[in-house]
């Protein structure tokens, strides 16, 4: 990571499908839909729990679905996920650009940051 200067890499499974970050989760969309990897691919992490259940709530498309790597040149927009991050759109992946200001994720984002302040203030933080 540090040769190449990148915040983060994509773990692949024995089939070429990305399951997640070395320390994160990982999310894409593609023509409207939000796709991450299954949960007994990954490790799931809070954060991830969380998107999953802003986009149930905000009744964005979602689909848990192996995303092979060959996949990501079709993808829109791409974030990660985790406690230190939060929400953090992805801007390139390898040679691929993605859009960091997608709608839909910046939409994710904004409702992700809406639960943490609400959390802390409902806790006394």
């Not at 848990?64 to 990501?72: F, G, V």
């Not at 230190?84 to 409702?111: F, K, N, Y």
């Amino acid at each position: 990571m540090r040769e190449k200067q990148v915040y983060e890499v994509l773990l692949l499974d024995h089939k070429g499908c990305i399951t997640e970050g070395s320390r994160s989760n990982c999310f894409f969309i593609r023509s409207g839909t939000v796709l991450t990897p299954p949960a007994q691919q990954v490790l799931p992490g809070i954060t991830r729990s969380a998107v999953l259940h802003i986009c149930r709530d905000l009744a964005l498309p979602l689909q848990e679905r192996p995303i092979a790597r060959s996949d990501l040149s079709d993808m829109e927009a791409a974030f990660i996920t985790g406690t230190s991050p939060g929400v953090l759109p992805v801007c390139q992946i390898e040679d691929i650009p993605l859009h960091p200001t997608h709608s839909m994720s910046a939409i994710i984002r904004s409702a992700y940051e809406e639960k943490v302040q609400t959390y802390l203030s409902n806790n006394g933080f």
